[in-house]
């Protein structure tokens, strides 16, 4: 049985890149297509197995302690009070969600849309279909817990000597190891890679809405099940169109003249061309809604509606001509002359 940290050829208190630096080193002297001799294979598996166990954080401590390390208080209690043996664990490990962020343009949320991103992600290793074993080779089982994937030994505590059972530093509480890692993933059973995901955006999406699509995250460790991806919306603002619920809401600027006669006009929309009609008297403030024209309820039925505010402009320069209309209305309605707490609403045109 040999040790990790003699076969690395660095100390037990060796630092994480120093380990990685020997292993570098010793990879490059015994790996198989630049050392033709037949013992510099099984060294080389022996290199890489030290390596796998020694540079990662939680294996490492857990080889420790099943080594010289011995255990801690909080081990023995832990196997002794239902910490105790469960068998081998799987090795495969479920892959990490992902968060990403949809741009849409508000026709595109209020419609709905199909988009393709191209994202970054782990996907199954070709190679070995997420073994993590070299093609033609196998995982075999452990020859440090024999393939229970447990560690045992009698310890001397306060309470006398008791059996501990821990999870085997060697092949992480699997029960197996990789002999021969596959190049390709590195005996990650994964490897990282673009690819495109197609998607639908339902009709009636919001801004900052969160979608849930489920296994197409990345691929887990070992050919483990992948996670989950999690689409945020991000609706850009549309220099004509606000959205309040699932109510689309606009501004129609008016001249004072045609607020007081009234007007029918043509508007643009989504839906295309749409005929509003203003009412005479209109007041600055007023809405004009059009049913059915606003943003599809995306948890119910139908659509909402199109609130159309209107906004009363008042001319800021008269000609002399203008002047004299304006002053002759004033004098038409002198009745309506301002005051102070009047609270009126409406005019009288």
């Given at each position: 049985?040999?040790?990790?940290?003699?076969?690395?050829?660095?100390?037990?208190?060796?630092?994480?890149?120093?380990?990685?630096?020997?292993?570098?080193?010793?990879?490059?002297?015994?790996?198989?297509?630049?050392?033709?001799?037949?013992?510099?294979?099984?060294?080389?598996?022996?290199?890489t197995h030290a390596y796998e166990v020694l540079s990662d954080e939680n294996q490492r401590a857990s080889y420790d302690r099943g080594g010289d390390a011995g255990f801690g208080l909080g081990d023995i209690f832990e196997s002794f009070f239902g910490g105790g043996a469960?068998?081998?664990?799987?090795?495969?490990?479920?892959?990490?969600?992902?968060?990403?962020?949809?741009?849409?343009?508000?026709?595109?949320?209020?419609?709905?849309?199909?988009?393709?991103?191209?994202?970054d992600t782990a996907i199954l290793c070709e190679t070995c279909h997420g073994s993590c074993c070299k093609p033609g080779t196998s995982a075999r089982v452990c020859d440090i817990c024999r393939g229970s994937g447990q560690i045992q030994r009698q310890v001397q505590s306060f309470?006398?000597?008791?059996?501990?059972?821990?999870?085997?530093?060697?092949?992480?509480?699997?029960?197996?190891?990789?002999?021969d890692p596959c190049i390709?993933?590195?005996?990650?059973?994964?490897?990282?890679?673009?690819?495109?995901?197609?998607?639908?955006?339902?009709?009636?999406?919001?801004?900052?809405?969160?979608?849930?699509?489920?296994?197409?995250?990345?691929?887990?460790?070992?050919?483990?099940?992948?996670g989950d991806i999690y689409l945020e919306i991000s609706v850009?603002?549309?220099?004509?169109?606000?959205?309040?619920?699932?109510?689309?809401?606009?501004?129609?600027?008016?001249?004072?003249?045609?607020?007081?006669?009234?007007?029918?006009?043509?508007?643009?929309?989504?839906?295309?061309?749409?005929?509003?009609?203003?009412?005479p008297g209109a007041q600055h403030g007023d809405t004009i809604t059009v049913k059915g024209l606003g943003a599809t309820r995306i948890r119910g039925r139908g659509r909402g509606d199109l609130n159309i505010q209107l906004k009363v402009?008042?001319?800021?320069r008269l000609d002399s001509g203008a002047k004299a209309l304006f002053q002759k209305l004033r004098e038409h309605h002198q009745e309506d002359s301002p005051r102070l707490g009047s609270r009126r609403t409406k005019g009288r045109f």
């Open positions: 049985m040999s040790d990790h940290y003699e076969v690395l050829g660095v100390s037990r208190t060796a630092s994480t890149d120093e380990i990685k630096k020997a292993y570098r080193k010793l990879a490059r002297e015994l790996h198989p297509d630049v050392n033709p001799d037949p013992s510099a294979s099984e060294k080389f598996k022996l290199v469960r068998g081998p664990q799987s090795r495969a490990q479920r892959g990490q969600d992902a968060l990403l962020r949809v741009d849409l343009e508000l026709d595109e949320a209020i419609f709905g849309v199909e988009k393709t991103l191209n994202i309470m006398g000597m008791m059996v501990t059972t821990t999870p085997c530093g060697s092949c992480r509480g699997t029960g197996e190891v990789i002999p390709s993933c590195r005996g990650q059973g994964r490897v990282r890679a673009k690819r495109e995901l197609d998607l639908e955006i339902p009709a009636g999406v919001a801004d900052g809405m969160r979608l849930h699509l489920a296994g197409q995250g990345e691929v887990g460790f070992a050919g483990g099940p992948a850009r603002p549309h220099p004509i169109f606000g959205r309040d619920g699932d109510d689309l809401v606009a501004v129609l600027e008016v001249p004072v003249a045609d607020a007081a006669l009234g007007f029918k006009t043509e508007i643009d929309t989504f839906d295309g061309s749409t005929s509003i009609e203003v009412k402009l008042t001319p800021t």
